[in-house]
């Protein structure tokens, strides 16, 4: 079959270094960093990274670096990854971080190291406009209905944009139906059958890519690319020798995520309502359509009406053992598979438009994930399914995905670099190699450039009601306001669960006078610039705010958690990986829920030293890390800062 796109002869490119500068040349003492770079420093940790991500990459081996805070690590590992002169994509998990390296990393070093460098910054497919939909299905009247300002604002901007990117549009917010309608994902792309092919910014952005010689994506578009092996429309990326995955202590949850397979009602209506506007004038693909949407709900409404995620009433349980599905759900999928098929083999016999063919594909999709999501055998993945509103969503995961990236990763890319300030356990990357399965790497672990001893101080009580205990909130709320009175504000107070979250704001708004905020209220981004902007603020909030989060200064001056994270074990997933240790013969508690513990409570307080200048109070109220063996683990891995569990040194340390 012909491809979609164009194809790749050579990852091989071609930038070079001004006057063939070397690398000593540029993180020595007196370098090009220094001399260029305005408040530098000189971090003999960012030198010998420099120098290491070089080596690995020369001599193609995987390289597992732990970079503290200060490191200066984006540009420890671009630098030397251009030397290569191979094709590198670096890979994040975070917007931020994306958007740091392509505004502000890539620009310092085209002007004073790599001047022809060719970068592409890359995002997933949704994230442009299809120009297909824009000029030829927008003449339909419901997809501007009830937003005739934003068709002449989208006018205007076609007209001048380059990169069809929605962050351009700033008053295109995240939940746009608008932009759903018109955005370019890919199972409704037809390729070159398309008549805007060739000015289309996906077409555009992967011409670019396979000329550059640096590609910024995400994990979450990384994967997905990796996960797309069959389906040339969907990939995006090309070929490359030169990985490095930043933030990587996040890319084994997002590659399971990627390398499994969903499917939800609201995919099945989405098609169904895209189908009736291909096909509006055939009455009989009409009856059709209209026999899977109703054998659809049908089958969907089958499910247990349970409020969360749930795999003990749906196809296997934790233990792995096959559930007995329910007669009806059985039935129902019977049916609804039965009227996929009808549509499939009619649409087979007709002489389709380009138009149908990406119905076509979608169809073959949802009948292949079903086909999965109702195979019973496959021990290697968790089934699980969850009711979100009124939405069904199945989900078929990996339990281990190390095998797969030793297939789908490993055995193609010259080097693999895996960076992040919070890879290690224990001071050690056994957790993290065996999880990826990362084939023999060298490792390396570099303190950050401040001074935790100075700049921090670790506030854990010697004796704290344990979190389920009921005299646990009373307690929490009495020590946070007495921190806050020492600290006068300036806090991220941190939450395992937002239940915990909201219940600690409602009792803190009436017990403190400080500007309280909490997650949710506004949006993230925007959230955290209030923060930053307003006197005294404390802030609750949950898991998003435990990481890719950077507040510097007196804004933030104590970081407080509320108790250990450790993962919930009846999560789907998690319970799955639980099991898998156990019947190997492991201790699943302190394989996997104590690691993945200490990597997040690690990020967490990662929150609050972000600069030399930066002082403040880290505060974990969960006396387990005193009380509990496994706690010395946890104590091991954290900053190496005075701990106490009295409030006058911190008193002390404010003065």
């Known amino acids: 079959m012909r491809s979609a796109w164009p194809q790749q002869n050579s990852v091989s490119v071609k930038s070079s270094t001004k006057e063939g500068i070397t690398l000593d040349e540029i993180f020595a003492p007196g370098g090009i960093l220094q001399r260029q770079l305005s408040n530098y420093e000189y971090r003999s940790s960012q030198r010998v990274m420099a120098e290491t991500v070089l080596d690995a990459i020369q001599n193609e081996y995987p390289l597992c670096v732990e970079a503290g805070t200060g490191t200066g690590k984006t540009l420890a590992y671009l630098i030397p990854a251009l030397f290569s002169q191979k094709r590198v994509i670096v890979s994040t998990a975070t917007k931020n ?10 620009p310092f070093i085209r002007e004073y190291l790599f001047p022809d460098l060719a970068v592409t910054y890359m995002k997933g497919r949704q994230n442009y406009l299809c120009l297909w939909k824009f000029h030829e299905q927008s003449r339909q009247e419901e997809v501007f209905e009830g937003a005739q300002g934003e068709r002449k604002a989208l006018s205007e901007w076609v007209e001048k944009t380059e990169t069809g990117d929605r962050s351009e549009l700033h008053w295109v917010g995240d939940d746009s139906l608008l932009w759903r309608r018109l955005d370019a994902r ?40 990796l996960a797309l092996e069959s389906d040339e429309i969907g990939r995006v990326l090309p070929d490359f020798s030169v990985l490095i995955l930043d933030e990587a202590h996040e890319v084994e949850d997002i590659a399971a995520n990627h390398f499994g397979k969903q ?42 009406g349970l409020e969360k995620r749930d795999s003990l009433s749906f196809y296997r349980r934790p233990n792995g ?42 169809l073959e999709q949802v009948l292949a994930t079903l086909k999965e999501v109702f195979n019973l055998q496959d ?102 306001e007495e921190i806050l009175n020492i600290t006068q504000g300036h806090a991220f107070l941190l939450f395992t669960s937002f239940a915990q979250m909201d219940r600690v704001y409602k009792a803190l708004s009436e017990r403190v006078s400080f500007p309280l905020f909490r997650q949710g209220e506004m949006p993230k981004n925007r959230l955290l610039q209030v923060f930053k902007e307003t006197p005294h603020a404390v802030l609750c909030a949950t898991s998003s705010f435990w990481q890719g989060v950077d507040v510097q200064g007196e804004a933030l001056r104590v970081v407080i958690i509320d108790k250990l994270p450790f993962l919930v074990p009846t999560e789907p997933l998690v319970a799955a990986r639980i099991n898998r240790l156990e019947k190997e013969g492991r201790n699943s508690f302190l394989r996997y829920s104590v690691p993945e513990a200490i990597i997040t409570l690690k990020q967490g307080l990662g929150r609050l030293i972000r600069s030399r200048q930066d002082r403040g109070i880290l505060a974990v109220f969960d006396s387990r890390l005193r009380t509990r063996s496994y706690g010395q683990f946890f104590l091991r891995s954290l900053p190496n800062c005075p701990l106490t569990d009295n409030m006058e040194d911190l008193k002390k340390f404010f003065r």
């Open 263 to 304: 499917i939800s009602s609201y995919q099945i209506e989405e098609f169904c309502r895209d189908f009736r506007k291909v096909f509006f004038d055939s009455s009989e693909f009409a009856r059709r359509i209209d026999e899977v949407q109703d054998r659809s709900a049908a089958f969907f409404n089958s499910f247990p």
């Open 379 to 480: 021990s290697d993945n968790v089934y699980w399914f969850e009711k979100r509103a009124r939405g069904v969503f199945l989900h078929v995961t990996p339990i281990d995905i190390a095998p797969i990236l030793q297939e789908k990763l490993f055995s193609r890319a010259d080097t693999t670099i895996f960076t992040s300030a919070t890879l290690a356990t224990d001071n050690n990357f056994e957790y993290f190699k065996e999880r990826l399965g990362i084939p023999e790497p060298r490792e390396i672990i570099l303190a950050g450039e401040f001074d935790y001893s100075e700049q921090s101080i670790l506030y854990i009580p010697r004796s704290f009601p344990e979190p389920r205990s009921a005299h646990y909130l009373p307690r929490a709320l009495r020590e946070i």
């Open 186 to 225: 890919s199972e409704t792309c037809t390729g070159q059958k398309c008549s805007y092919f060739n000015q289309c910014y996906v077409t555009r952005m992967r011409q670019r890519a396979l000329q550059s010689d640096l590609i910024v994506v995400n994990h979450a578009l990384f994967f997905a690319n």
């Open 97 to 106: 971080l994306q958007d740091q390296l392509f505004f502000k990393d890539i």
């Open 321 to 362: 053992s096959v559930v007995d599905l329910r007669t009806e759900v059985l039935e129902q999928f019977q049916r609804f598979e039965s009227s996929l098929l009808t549509l499939y083999h009619s649409l087979e016999r007709q002489t389709r438009s380009a138009e149908a063919d990406p119905l076509v594909r979608r």
